[in-house]
């Protein structure tokens, strides 16, 4: 078994494997003993078993250091550790042997990252990896790819819900027999949490990122629900702001044209993931989400980086999923492999406009709504159905005809506009105690300063008001679903120690979704601030004492006399109430003691 370790590949590095692709059982490969290599022993379980059983991990992996044995251009690597103690492995493929970022691209290859089984319910991309994989290293298919473009496959994320194996999970899903959990052992929906990071997995998951920091992510999915012709859907998130131009033109012009040309002409024409404007009505219209960072392939996106997400559909034979997938990910790669040159300069311009104060001169977008004014009409390609009343539930039973296929001329909704947008600040300032949200911010490859003393500054701020909370927990938290507060311009003093986050760099859209307290998926909304949010402001004094310091108040404070006779005059309930006069006072000096418990410890520093 060949296994590295990232950091030391070049100990550990190897000449290429040359062989003649006619010649495969004749080749001696390095690291085996001499011989012919059975080609039996790299037929994988799903093929073994006509696509009817997907391997468990271990038998997962060994696949792969197999793979690893005979050929230098693979080597297995793990980036982490799961919550119950399992390896999170990564598979590294490169035409010279290669394991590092910084060996790849100086020989001026682009890297692609494959994501498996982060539902590893949903374990597609896992058997299309080891299948595409074998066949590119033991039968030379696709071999030309390795000169521009090395891979970095993620088998399996979510390893422990992988492992939870059972026949009763996702039942409505054709094949295999039994797979894995959508949650990880903790609970956790793993693409829910690529921007609070708070699963074990997703700590590891970002540092490994970051290390790579590969030009294009593909996470392979399987839908849930709608019922169509395509064996697959996908989203690349170009329809918002979160790419900066010209990478989303890229995105859009050349990688998705024309991947979708070349998956219809390889026999998988693929639909935007969407959803209907009415169930099982898609002549009605079909319109397209804008992501927040929260999920995998816009997370990437909002860090200037081409993502893919593939949702191959639920209700095809597993076969076809695989056979989809496996032709996705090799026409992505032949897409950049024709514009290598034209995606890294893209992505250099978008991440040098997002390090700017040109990305400050216009309000940037947090949430958007679709413009149901404006569509464009496609072709759909759906079934025949029709609806009867059920003898089961008495209800409306719709049916899809599947020897009925049907293409329909739907309107796509595929145009947004803001409807939330905020003007983002030259940095943020945040509060030295919350030291976990510093490493959050380190995950998510972002950069900050320590302030080695305290000083006086003049800052924009929100000042809670009030909060409402969800009436049930979501991903082990209690999210805030509405915040109120208030925005002013204040000179305040920050402690010794306090984070400085210059937003003139290249991942500073995540910066304002992990501050900016109506940002989708804020650490706000999830929790990380509710002391602010509602803050206890417990004051231990007994209102009699008010009898003393009311006097006191009134005597140094001629406007608060004033304001005080006449709300007695004003109201008379109040002035023959002894609390409520009492508490008057009261009030204004627990607002005094308190001013803030309820200030947003993210200040927001203007241009």
């Not at 040159?341 to 997002?354: M, R, S």
Request: charged content about 25%; glycine content about 4%.
């Amino acid at each position: 078994m060949k296994k590295i370790v990232l950091g030391l590949a070049l100990l550990l590095a190897l000449p290429i494997w040359a062989q003649n692709p006619k010649e495969l059982n004749k080749a001696v490969p390095v690291g085996s003993k001499k011989g012919k290599i059975n080609t039996e022993d790299f037929i994988t379980p799903a093929e073994k078993t006509n696509f009817n059983k997907t391997p468990k991990f271990e038998e997962t992996m060994a696949f792969f250091n197999k793979l690893a044995d005979v050929s230098p251009m693979v080597n297995c690597t793990s980036f982490g550790v799961s919550p119950q103690g399992r390896e999170l492995s990564l598979v590294i493929v490169d035409k010279d042997g290669l394991t590092t970022p910084a060996e790849i691209r100086a020989k001026g290859r682009i890297i692609i990252l494959v994501e498996s089984c982060i539902h590893s319910g949903e374990p597609d991309g896992k058997d299309a990896c080891m299948i595409w994989l074998r066949d590119m290293i033991l039968k030379k298919k696709d071999i030309g790819l390795l000169d521009d473009v090395s891979f970095v496959m993620d088998p399996v994320f979510n390893v422990d819900g992988h492992e939870d194996f059972r026949a009763t999970n996702r039942i409505n899903q054709n094949g295999p027999d039994e797979l894995g959990t959508r949650n990880n052992a903790q609970m956790l929906n793993l693409n829910r949490d690529f921007l609070k990071a708070d699963a074990p997995e997703m700590k590891d998951w970002h540092r490994m990122y970051n290390y790579w920091n590969p030009e294009l992510f593909i996470d392979c999915h399987v839908t849930n629900g709608a019922d169509f012709q395509y064996v697959m859907t996908y989203d690349v998130e170009n329809h918002g702001k979160a790419m900066a131009e010209p990478l989303r033109a890229f995105s859009k012009e050349v990688y998705e044209a024309e991947l979708n040309a070349k998956m219809t002409k390889a026999g998988f024409p693929m639909f935007p993931y969407c959803n209907y404007r009415r169930t099982y009505a898609p002549e009605l219209g079909a319109s397209l989400d804008v992501f927040d960072p929260r999920y995998s392939t816009s997370y990437v996106a909002y860090r200037n980086r081409l993502g893919l997400l593939l949702e191959t559909h639920i209700y095809k034979p597993y076969k076809e999923r695989v056979e989809s997938t496996i032709e996705a990910i090799r026409q992505s790669a032949f897409v950049l492999q024709a514009h290598k040159n034209q995606l890294v300069k893209a992505i250099k311009e978008a991440d040098d406009f997002t390090a700017s104060p040109a990305f400050r001169k216009e309000p940037y977008p947090l949430e958007y709504e679709v413009n149901t004014n404006d569509s464009i009409i496609v072709d759909y390609l759906g079934w025949e159905r029709d609806t009867i009343k059920s003898d089961l539930s008495g209800g409306q039973w719709v049916r899809h005809r599947y020897d009925k296929p049907k293409t329909y001329r739907v309107p796509l909704f595929n145009k947004h506009r803001p409807t939330k947008s905020i003007t983002v600040p030259k940095a943020y300032i945040l509060m030295p105690q919350y030291a976990n949200v510093a490493e959050l911010l380190e995950l998510n490859g972002l950069t900050y300063t320590r302030l080695d003393e305290a000083k006086e500054v003049e800052v924009e701020t929100y000042r809670y008001t009030g909060g409402t909370f969800s009436k049930r927990q979501s991903e082990n938290r209690v999210p805030v679903v509405e915040t109120k507060y208030t925005t002013q311009t204040e000179k305040l003093v920050y402690p010794k120690g306090s984070y400085y986050i210059d937003m003139n760099q290249p991942n500073a859209k995540l910066a304002i979704f992990l501050l900016e307290p109506d940002a989708p998926g804020s650490l706000t909304y999830w929790g990380f601030f509710n002391g602010h949010v509602q803050a206890a402001n417990e004051f231990w004094i007994n209102l009699s004492y008010m009898e003393v310091k009311g006097r006191e108040m009134l005597a140094k404070d001629p406007e608060l006399k004033k304001r005080f006779e006449e709300k007695k005059k004003n109201e008379p309930a109040f002035a023959n109430n002894p609390n409520a006069i009492l508490n008057f006072f009261y009030e204004i000096v627990k607002k005094q003691a308190h001013q803030d418990n309820e200030l947003h410890p993210a200040w927001r520093v203007m241009d």
